[in-house]
């Protein structure tokens, strides 16, 4: 199957690119591609990015359909870590 | 109606943004800026840049609309975030909220801002002098 993995922020810049087109085993997993990405940028193992599919959060485990869109998102600017404002 | 909920790469004018919850059935209005602190963390920083998934983005502010409709069955709520480049003191996200009685359009519009830096894929980059990171990022 093929899928669309984007990427945003530190990911972006950290891979250079924000979209990649992904050619997966079926029944991938979104555990299997973060895989196909630690192999192209090491980095990426130190990081535990929240996982959407199509718009909506999934845990690692989720399976992967043909076309699906996955993005691995950076904390976010305000959330975790709680920055008051 | 104009859209309540939007992304935008130009300056965001507060009351365009609450203009769009005024209605006759109203009593209170609240509306809650965020803006550009010229410091992080203690170091100064010069400027911000913000970066969205905007699909996602506006899917997620739309759900959280949605939340406070069932909460406290307000209708009337309005979100403007701002991304790319914003200098100290800018104005980075518009949040008005709009009630029949004030205390629900207060508490409503405090749980959105909250809310929105949980579940919105927004992230800032800030720029001190002699570097820039990602807020939230390592």
Redesign the interface.
């Known amino acids: 199957m093929k899928v669309r993995l984007r990427l945003f922020a530190l990911y972006r810049e950290q891979t250079g690119k924000n979209e990649v087109i992904c050619e997966l085993p079926d029944n991938a997993s979104v555990t299997t591609l973060r895989q196909r990405l630690e192999q192209d940028f090491p980095k990426f193992k130190d990081h535990d990015p929240m996982i959407a599919v199509n718009g909506v959060y999934v845990p690692p485990d989720h399976k992967l359909a043909d076309g699906d869109e996955i993005a691995l998102l950076p904390p976010f600017s305000g959330g975790q870590h709680g920055q008051p404002d | 109606m104009a859209n309540r909920i939007e992304l935008t790469d130009k300056p965001i004018s507060p009351e365009a943004v609450t203009a769009k919850v005024l209605k006759d059935e109203n009593g209170g209005v609240v509306t809650f800026l965020?803006t550009v602190?010229n410091s992080?963390e203690g170091k100064p920083v010069r400027f911000l840049e913000?970066?969205?998934?905007p699909?996602?983005a506006l899917?997620k502010m739309e759900e959280l609309a949605e939340e406070i409709r069932t909460k406290w069955g307000i209708d009337d709520v309005a979100i403007t975030h701002r991304l790319g480049h914003l200098e100290i003191g800018e104005v980075a996200v518009v949040i008005a909220v709009a009630s029949p009685h004030r205390k629900e359009a207060f508490e409503a519009c405090e749980y959105a801002?909250d809310r929105?830096?949980?579940?919105?894929?927004?992230?800032?980059?800030e720029a001190f002098v002699g570097g820039e990171r990602?807020?939230?990022?390592?």
């Open positions: 965020g602190r992080f913000y970066e969205a998934y699909e996602m899917k801002i929105l830096k949980e579940i919105v894929p927004i992230w800032k980059k990602w807020v939230g990022g390592e």
